[in-house]
């Protein structure tokens, strides 16, 4: 069984920047990170290979976010640059239970979640 804890989610202008961190215990694989906003469905964000060497990101993020882990801590974080009101929601990190190959940007591809962070960007 794995568990999964995000912190650094908040409230932020436009144009700032937060740090999401997802603490694991147990083993973790390929990794992502995934938003919902009120009324709508869960969505992809960003995804990092368990070595760290692969990333995926949603177009609306690319350039603005950044992905990375840190295997030594079970840790991956989500760094959110330029953050816009758009990008207000809950957001949840996720990892697979496995190593078989998955499409990254698919909520069922992943085996545990943690209980999200809110991050809240006002205009």
């Known amino acids: 069984q794995v568990q999964l804890v995000e912190s650094g989610g908040g409230l932020v202008q436009a144009g700032g920047s937060l740090r999401l961190s997802c603490a694991a215990s147990g083993r973790t694989f390929s990794m992502g990170w995934f938003r919902q906003a009120p009324g709508k469905e869960r969505e992809f964000v960003a995804a990092i290979s368990w070595s760290g060497g692969s990333t995926y990101y949603a177009d609306s993020v690319k350039g603005r976010f950044t992905i990375s882990r840190d295997n030594a801590k079970n840790t991956v974080y989500l760094q959110m640059n330029s953050l816009k009101p758009a990008d207000t929601a809950v957001y949840y990190c996720?990892?697979?239970?496995?190593?078989?190959?998955?499409?990254?940007?698919?909520?069922?591809?992943?085996?545990?979640w943690g209980q999200g962070t809110q991050v809240t960007v006002s205009s």
């Open positions: 996720a990892t697979r239970g496995d190593r078989r190959s998955a499409y990254y940007a698919s909520t069922y591809s992943y085996d545990y």
